[in-house]
């Protein structure tokens, strides 16, 4: 379903990617872990088009995005949901015109219908009668789940969720948690999920990988992560600051 | 000694480069801005926002300093002509032409740029540091045919309106002082303002024309290439304030020079 080979990025000659490869089955949730600043978000950006990457290629459905045309990117981006950290919701607009907004942008459908399908997705994600409101009425949790109904409202093939648990209390996370099974039982959709949430990782995921200095360090179902003998995925899963990744230091003056 | 020397030819070399790249994005933004707004249908219900949006914002602050303005100009060369002819002569032809063909557009561009450009900027730029402009591409929706062409559109049928608004009120302001401060019949007053040629106020408007593009590129421009959470968007927003502000006085002394050349005013 989605491929990725031998992916190198770098900004400002800081490398990011130094040669990540993975591969995607079709309807698996395959969970992307590792520290802060290895590049998960920008792997996710790379694989919905955003960012071009600077050398290797990305497959999703067989197609190879970086020869794609701007049109023809956009139509492969249809069949994408990103879910973005932030939620990025559009401020100036309503929770359902939040939702609507790919319908109506990229789609025929008509207008009564588009009211039916925002209803029926904001009801899946637990958010009955906020159409009217604007995102800055909301909670964290409740703009996290408004995000998730926004890039499900297409019936997208893929979706992308970008630690979609981050900044979250313990309790919420979980409701998200569930939230991502509910949706792949419902929709059947493959997700690609980032995150640094050990817990949400081994309760969703098919399969994990981590992510270390710009390559997939290793990858396997949750159990085999969780029972890895690699000491960094060990320093790593139990969140432990004693091991071999190394601790950026503060000096306090 | 001789590294100092080429440092600073080094980083004189990465200011000109910066400049040029600079440069070339704002044409490609111009050009893709037109592509869409020549391909795509109209956002009619966006465009009517941000012309009210404009309008709203801009009107109070254009009218106080356009009106001011007139007044003083009015002052000025009544006591000028006073000095020199021992009468008020041709206020209304002094105030016209200053107001219409000149201050008219630039003070309204002015005005414009610091309060429509400053809030372009910084809403293109908290939507790119919040990530909305990449969910823009994730729903299918090009950026720029979503956030720049409506507030291309709306600029520059905006600032032209305005400009044309601001100098009426210019003008009545040269003429509450003409009238009241130096007894100058309305009559005398208004014939001199009448007696302006079509190809004066054209003059004015092509220069309006011209600073909105300059003032809604340069604030979207801006915007798009924020960075670095809301430090960025400050940032952004005084820069497009301050760019373009000073590209409208330097591509005012530009323009003027073109159309007197045309003879176009």
Request: glycine fraction near 10%; include cysteine; aromatic fraction near 8%.
């Amino acid at each position: 379903m989605i491929r990725v080979e031998n992916l190198f990025k770098s900004f400002r000659s800081k490398p990011v990617h130094k040669g990540v490869s993975l591969e995607v089955q079709e309807g698996e949730i395959y969970t992307i872990i590792g520290g802060s600043g290895t590049g998960k978000s920008v792997l996710l950006k790379q694989i919905v088009g955003l960012i071009r990457p600077d050398q290797g290629e990305i497959y999703v459905d067989d197609k190879r995005l970086t020869t794609l045309s701007e049109e023809e990117l956009q139509d492969v981006q249809k069949m994408i949901g990103y879910v973005f950290q932030e939620s990025a919701l559009f401020d100036s607009l309503t929770i359902g015109e939040n939702v609507a907004f790919g319908l109506r942008n990229l789609s025929d459908t008509k207008e009564p219908k588009i009211t039916e399908i925002v209803r029926e997705k904001l009801a899946l994600v637990g958010l009955s009668g906020v159409e009217k409101l604007k995102p800055a009425q909301l909670s964290g949790g409740m703009k996290k789940r408004v995000g998730i109904a926004r890039a499900m409202a297409m019936n997208p093939k893929i979706l992308l969720y970008d630690e979609p648990t981050t900044g979250l209390d313990p309790v919420m996370s979980d409701v998200i948690s569930n939230l991502i099974l509910e949706v792949k039982k419902h929709s059947g959709s493959t997700a690609i999920v980032v995150t640094h949430d050990m817990k949400a990782a081994y309760e969703i995921s098919s399969r994990i990988c981590m992510l270390y200095e710009g390559k997939v360090l290793e990858a396997g179902t949750p159990s085999q992560i969780r029972f890895s003998n690699n000491p960094i995925v060990q320093q790593f899963i139990s969140g432990s600051s004693e091991g071999p990744i190394p601790v950026p230091t503060i000096d306090l003056v | 000694m001789e590294e100092i020397k080429l440092g600073a030819v080094y980083s004189v070399g990465a200011r000109i480069l910066l400049l040029a790249q600079s440069c070339g994005e704002v044409v490609a933004l111009m050009r893709r801005t037109m592509q869409w707004f020549l391909r795509a249908p109209l956002d009619r219900r966006n465009v009517l926002m941000q012309m009210a949006e404009m309008g709203a914002r801009s009107f109070s602050v254009t009218s106080l300093t356009l009106l001011f303005t007139g007044m003083v100009l009015a002052l000025q060369s009544g006591f000028s002509f006073i000095k020199v002819f021992n009468e008020p002569l041709y206020i209304g032809r002094v105030v016209g032409v200053s107001i219409i063909k000149e201050l008219g557009p630039v003070l309204t561009a002015l005005v414009f740029s610091g309060r429509i450009g400053a809030a372009i900027a910084a809403e293109i730029g908290t939507m790119k540091v919040t990530e909305q402009v990449d969910a823009l591409y994730t729903l299918g929706t090009n950026p720029v045919k979503y956030l720049a062409v409506p507030r291309f559109i709306a600029a520059i049928t905006m600032l032209p309106i305005l400009t044309i608004y601001s100098n009426f009120i210019g003008v009545v302001g040269g003429y509450i002082v003409a009238n009241f401060r130096f007894q100058i019949p309305g009559v005398v007053y208004w014939d001199e303002i009448y007696s302006m040629q079509i190809s004066e106020v054209s003059h004015g408007l092509i220069k309006s024309l011209a600073f909105s593009l300059i003032i809604v590129t340069t604030a979207c421009y801006k915007g798009f290439k924020t960075s670095g959470g809301a430090e960025g968007v400050g940032r952004a927003t005084t820069s497009a304030v301050v760019t373009s502000m000073v590209l409208v006085l330097i591509g005012d002394y530009f323009l003027t020079a073109l159309l007197t050349a045309l003879h176009i005013g």
